[in-house]
């Protein structure tokens, strides 16, 4: 069955530094790959997606990337800051109605 | 646009008891919901699938019986966990989504219900 590795160990970095979050998949390649942000006891908000035939996507200072011969996705917060403190989560979407979830990485920027 | 609301937020139950979960698409109607868990640390696990007017599908390993769902309406998924029990506490998470112009698998989530079972 598919699985999805996220770093499971918190990612602490200095605000204004560029925060790398790294999402790994095993089997075949999705569709789709998402990611989202999830903040403590909150649900998961969507932030971008990334198709398979797509090298890269970027939004504001969020930038994503796909490599379907690694099996991974990287993602990336340009000059960071305090605010984006929170666990982002990559989902592959398989291109069925179902969305498979890593167990995230908790960012943490400090001042 | 594309809220989605789920209440209560959180509660406290007994064990043995019933609890429902409601999840509402407030500006859209939801032709699927999803209903996930999460526990502490760890990914959303999906728990079933949805669709209006006619039976969940539920993944492997999920009881049927335990984790009744109904999808009555295009705005309104309930989730009711019967006989709880203390290794039911977890956070329940539900999403919509509809029949739309994209082609991905495109869900709104709610904000979850944080359940506890004493």
């Known amino acids: 069955s598919q699985k999805i590795e996220q770093n499971s160990e918190a990612l602490n970095i200095q605000e204004g530094k560029t925060a790398t979050l790294t999402c790994n998949y095993t089997n075949y390649s999705p569709a789709y790959l998402q990611w989202y942000r999830q903040d403590p006891g909150r649900g998961p908000v969507f932030l971008l997606l990334i198709r398979e035939n797509e090298k890269e996507k970027r939004k504001e200072r969020l930038k994503v990337t796909f490599d379907t011969t690694l099996k991974q996705s990287l993602f990336h917060i340009t000059a960071s800051q305090p605010a984006d403190s929170a666990t982002y989560l990559c989902a592959l979407d398989m291109d069925t109605d179902k969305l498979i979830f890593g167990t995230g990485t908790r960012l943490q920027v400090f001042p | 646009g594309a809220v989605v609301s789920q209440h209560p937020s959180w509660v406290i139950c007994k064990s043995g008891t019933s609890v429902k979960i409601e999840c509402r698409s407030l500006?859209?109607?939801?032709?699927?919901m999803f209903w996930y868990r999460q526990f502490p640390k760890q990914s959303l696990m999906l728990m079933a699938t949805s669709n209006e007017g006619s039976k969940a599908t539920y993944e492997q390993g999920v009881e049927k019986d335990k984790f009744l769902i109904n999808h009555a309406s295009l705005t309104l998924s309930t989730l009711t966990v019967t006989s709880a029990h203390p290794e039911d506490s977890s956070f329940y998470i539900c999403s919509a989504s509809w029949q739309a112009a994209s082609s991905y698998n495109e869900q709104f989530f709610g904000p979850g219900t944080r359940l506890t079972v004493l």
């Open positions: 500006d859209f109607q939801a032709t699927t």
